[in-house]
């Protein structure tokens, strides 16, 4: 059953916005990563923040977690055109040596020139 | 470094054909993946290995089987399709962080996309 579930499935915006998409989990977790998927393509790890972390950043993404909300946020700032693509949040909430994740259904972003 | 390699791209398959998926990392790592990606569904852990030698079933585990005789190689089969069974297929490898007890990324592969008619 999916763990994280992103909002909005689909996002547009113009090129140079701000791009916000949320994900929000039903059970105690590990960590919690965001990858990109561009059509026709493998997933592409973004970041990653462990359950004692609030926020992260890396270059123009900002990542947020509410471990008491079960939520998290992937803030993509000044948005370009090839940031177009789909992006997924998965949950680390594995015991022992069984890592695995849980992928939610994704949001679609499409930035336009 | 080739990354994650899946053989191969694309398949066409009639319905109670076999087939075997072959993913290989040169990377050297403990953990490796079969998921699907189905529209609007995400992706979905079809069967993991934490190890050569060991296999795990993940959540839609029926109509597949895995092999894991070699680090580097994770294989999937069906041995009779369904076109239930039509989807992308993606490989994944991660490894723990030394020392750590704490998971990294994984790394995908570019997908095989199957049909079965």
């Known amino acids: ?113 | 470094n080739a990354g994650v390699t899946q053989t191969p791209k694309f398949r066409v398959l009639k319905t109670g054909q076999s087939m075997t998926l072959l993913c290989a990392q040169d990377m050297n790592h403990e953990y490796m993946y079969w998921y699907r990606q189905d529209p609007g569904m995400g992706l979905r852990l079809i069967h993991y290995s934490v190890g050569e030698g060991t296999t795990a079933k993940g959540e839609v585990p029926d109509g597949y089987n895995v092999s894991r005789l070699k680090k580097q190689n994770f294989l999937l089969g069906l041995e009779s399709a369904a076109p239930s069974q039509t989807s992308v297929y993606f490989c994944a490898s991660s490894k723990q962080v030394p020392g750590t007890g704490f998971y990294n990324e994984q790394f995908f592969g570019p997908g095989t996309r199957l049909t079965v008619l």
């Open chain 1, 1 to 113: 059953s999916q763990q994280g579930e992103e909002d909005p499935q689909a996002l547009s915006i113009q090129e140079g916005e701000n791009a916000t998409m949320n994900c929000s989990y039903k059970t105690s977790i590990n960590n919690l990563q965001w990858y990109r998927q561009n059509s026709g393509r493998g997933l592409v790890h973004l970041i990653l923040i462990r359950s004692n972390e609030r926020e992260k950043h890396s270059g123009r993404l900002r990542v947020t977690l509410d471990t008491s909300k079960k939520s998290s946020s992937l803030l993509i700032t000044a948005s370009r055109a090839a940031d177009t693509a789909s992006y997924f949040c998965a949950t680390d909430n594995s015991r022992g040596s069984n890592y695995k994740l849980t992928f939610g259904k994704g949001t679609l972003l499409t930035v336009n020139p």
